[in-house]
Every structure is written in C-alpha cells, then in structure tokens.
C-alpha cells in the first residue's frame, strides 16, 4: 500500500512539450523533495518544500517549476521538454526538514523525452 | 557544495561473503549519514543511519562511523542474492536552514549464487 503516489508511472514526450509529474503523500509529512535520477547521474537534489514553501532550489533551469498546492502534494512542471531530461524522477518526503530524519521515496516517474 | 564520494563503484561477492561498502562526505557540517538500498527498478529504501562516532549492527548490517574522516562503511555479512542492489549513502547537513539530503552515485553490489 503506497504511502506516496506519483502519476504517471511512465510517461513519453516529444521535445518542445510540457508534462507534470504529480506527488501526494499520505504520511503525514511536513516536508516534501524531487530527485532525478539518470544513467549519467546519480540521485540528485532538485527541491525541497516544508510546509508548502519553497526552501531549497539545486536546478539551475527554470524549466522546472515545482507546484504546491496542498501540504501532502508537490507537483512538478516541466517545459520545453529535451532528451536530456529524460530520467527517473523520485518524489520524496520527511516527517520535517532536519537531518535526523530519513527519506520516503514513491515509486518514480520515469520520463522519457523523444 | 557538498560532495558524497562512494567506493566501490561495484562489487561482486558469493553468497555468504563479505561486502564491505566506503563513503565520504566533503562537509565538514554533516550531521547524519544514511544507508539506502535500491533494487532494480524500484525506489531507494532506507537500510541504516549513523550519527555518532563507533559502529551499529542490525542483523547481517553494520555500520561504522568516523566522524573525524567523516566517513562511514557498511558491511554485509553472509551476503545473500536478495542483496543485489545499488547501495546510496547520502550525507545530511542542518545548518542555518539550509537541509539537503546528498546523495553519493552508490554502489552496485552483486551477490552471486
């Protein structure tokens, strides 16, 4: 029984388009991150989120938009699609922001970009 | 920024070997370090943690932690084919607000029958 859901789980787009990748979690966490992870790269920071605020920014484009709309969702924006973006993006969460807390991951959204 | 080294960048050991896995923090500020395991295909999955200097064993797992070095190992004892996997250590810092979880490009464990 997944305590986080991302939709989709696979999803295939053409360059040029624009996807979001949604993320609702049911632990009750406070805090909520996005990770990518690629054959080029390892697991790698993008956002972070506490109480629905922006908190932490490692993406240098501004083709990618994080959106919040409520404490348990965290959705992500992604325009201009390229192939490079193509990889497997995790949504994760912790009970708060602070170091002695671990990480819940969901399942993944694997995009591949055409 | 702060950088997660992990060494090897794989493994290949027989079932009811030894895995010894490495890892290194830059940042001198890292509170916690963590654990995770990730089976092909699916998401990370927190295995351990460590945040005080000595060493923590739950069943075939054990962990060291150096703080002086800031690094830390994890041993597999009696290694089974369940335990292929890429294993992540991550490196956590809380200081002025600022939190990110790191993560290392992880370790590709195979455990052959």
């Known amino acids: 029984d997944p305590k986080i859901i991302q939709k989709p789980k696979y999803l295939v787009a053409v360059t040029g388009s624009e996807k979001i990748l949604i993320c609702e979690q049911y632990l009750g966490h406070n805090a909520m991150y996005w990770y990518r992870q690629s054959a080029k790269k390892p697991l790698e920071f993008m956002f972070s989120y506490s109480y629905q605020k922006l908190m932490d920014n490692q993406t240098a484009s501004s083709r990618f938009q994080p959106q919040s709309s409520k404490k348990n969702h965290l959705d992500l924006q992604i325009t201009a699609l390229k192939p490079d973006d193509s990889a497997t993006y995790f949504c994760a969460s912790s009970r708060d922001r602070v170091s002695n807390e671990r990480l819940f991951f969901g399942h993944g959204t694997k995009l591949s970009v055409l | 920024q702060q950088k997660v080294q992990q060494s090897p960048e794989s493994l290949i050991v027989p079932e009811g070997g030894m895995a010894s896995l490495n890892c290194t923090s830059s940042?001198?500020?890292?509170?916690y370090f963590w654990w995770y395991r990730q089976h092909s295909g699916k998401s990370p999955k927190m295995l351990m943690s460590i945040f005080s200097n000595g060493e923590k064993e739950e069943g075939r797992f054990t962990v060291h932690l150096n703080k002086a070095s800031l690094h830390t190992s994890l041993h597999i004892r009696d290694s089974q084919p369940s335990d292929s996997a890429l294993y992540l250590c991550?490196?956590?810092?809380?200081?002025?607000?600022?939190?990110?979880?790191?993560f290392g490009k992880g370790t590709s464990l195979v455990v052959h029958p």
């Open positions: 991550a490196a956590s810092v809380t200081s002025g607000g600022n939190y990110k979880p790191t």
């Open positions: 940042d001198r500020n890292v509170d």
